[in-house]
């Protein structure tokens, strides 16, 4: 149980397109999502936080109108990278938390979606 | 302020010898405390988690840890290495009343030479 999938795992786009990335709680209903980007080498950094039917809270220095998200049901989440640039290539992850007051400090993450912007 | 420190970055070890992997955490209650692995390319996979229980954990892969308060240590080890063990370690804490925001180490890239 607790499987969380992205699509696509990798894109390749032209500079100044748009890319949208999907993250699904597969069995689970994910009350909040988080978005996370990594470097190369380094730890992965929160991005934002999204709970289902509301806005989502990003991080100091993330610009909210260049990394869309939306949360519009309890087993979806999108992150869309608007107007890509090469400097937005990374690797970005997603994951998920439950209802279930057990698990309530786990966070179950998804494969990681490769992003390259030409 | 809650931390986690992960004491090296990378350590390299032998296949078939011990693994060792160091946390050190600060925090000023007992927190739940995790390790994820993540090999190249690829999301986290949950190794094992502390939630206050037992002090020494298992989990999967051969893998444990043990909590130490008086240490503030939670170190990863693993009696015998594999070749399939090398990727990247992260100990990693939830963020005490941050809407379930999790706290990273830096990471510990393991390396097995055969």
């Known amino acids: 149980g607790a499987v969380v999938s992205q699509h696509p795992s990798w894109v390749i786009c032209k500079s100044g397109t748009s890319v949208k990335i999907e993250c699904r709680s597969l069995d689970f209903q994910a009350t909040t999502m988080f978005w996370y980007r990594q470097f190369p080498k380094q730890s992965l950094m929160l991005m934002a936080t999204s709970n289902e039917g509301s806005k989502a809270t990003y991080e100091q220095g993330v610009e909210k109108d260049k990394f869309l998200i939306n949360h519009a049901s309890l087993t979806l989440s999108t992150l869309t990278v608007t107007s890509a640039h090469p400097e937005d290539s990374s690797f970005y992850i997603c994951s998920a938390r439950g209802r279930s007051t057990r698990s309530y400090n786990e966070q179950f993450f998804g494969p990681g979606t490769r992003l390259t912007v030409l | 302020a809650q931390s986690v420190t992960q004491l090296d970055s990378h350590v390299s070890v032998s296949e078939g010898t011990p693994v060792l992997l160091r946390c050190n955490y600060s925090s000023s209650y007992s927190p739940s405390l995790f390790w994820y692995v993540q090999h190249p390319n690829k999301g986290l996979q949950l190794l094992l988690k502390?939630?206050?229980?037992?002090?020494l954990v298992k989990g999967i892969n051969g893998f444990e840890a043990e909590f130490k308060k008086s240490e503030t240590s939670f170190h990863l080890t693993k009696p015998s290495a594999h070749m399939s063990d090398a990727a990247e370690y992260f100990c990693v804490a939830p963020g005490y009343n941050q809407g379930g925001k999790l706290i990273f180490g830096q990471g510990t890239e393991l390396s097995v030479k055969p």
């Open positions: 502390y939630t206050s229980a037992a002090t």
